[in-house]
């Protein structure tokens, strides 16, 4: 069974950042796909940001393009989303998940809360 910790959530005023991290019990290379979601208040989950593991290639969604970025340090099995300018609207529960061999993992989540 594969396990995803997350951590680094936390109050932040609006424009500051932070960054969230993911430890993965097993090595993130044995995975298709890594993913960052996250969960507003009164919401849906929604897909952030992805790493597709084949070619590296990495989405943002629209709302987060050029203030998120999703990186990996395969070395240490850990995910990473740096989130730059924050804005009241990205308050959300933030969960990392991975897909290998079709079977998705999920975390637990962290809170992220932004203040105007």
């Known amino acids: 069974q594969v396990q995803l910790v997350e951590s680094g959530g936390g109050l932040v005023q609006a424009g500051g950042s932070l960054r969230l991290s993911c430890a993965v019990s097993?090595?993130?290379?044995?995975?298709?796909?890594v993913y960052w979601y996250r969960q507003p208040p009164a919401k849906g989950r929604e897909l952030v940001a992805e790493?597709?593991?084949?070619?590296?290639?990495?989405y943002h969604a629209d709302s987060v393009q050029g203030r998120f970025t999703i990186s990996e340090d395969i070395a240490k099995n850990l995910v990473y989303l740096q989130m730059d300018n924050l804005k009241p609207e990205d308050t959300a529960a933030y969960y990392c998940s991975a897909n290998g061999g079709g079977t998705v993992y999920w975390g637990q989540g962290t809170q992220v809360t932004v203040s105007s």
């Open positions: 097993s090595p993130t290379s044995s995975m298709d796909y």
């Open positions: 790493i597709r593991r084949s070619d590296g290639h990495k």
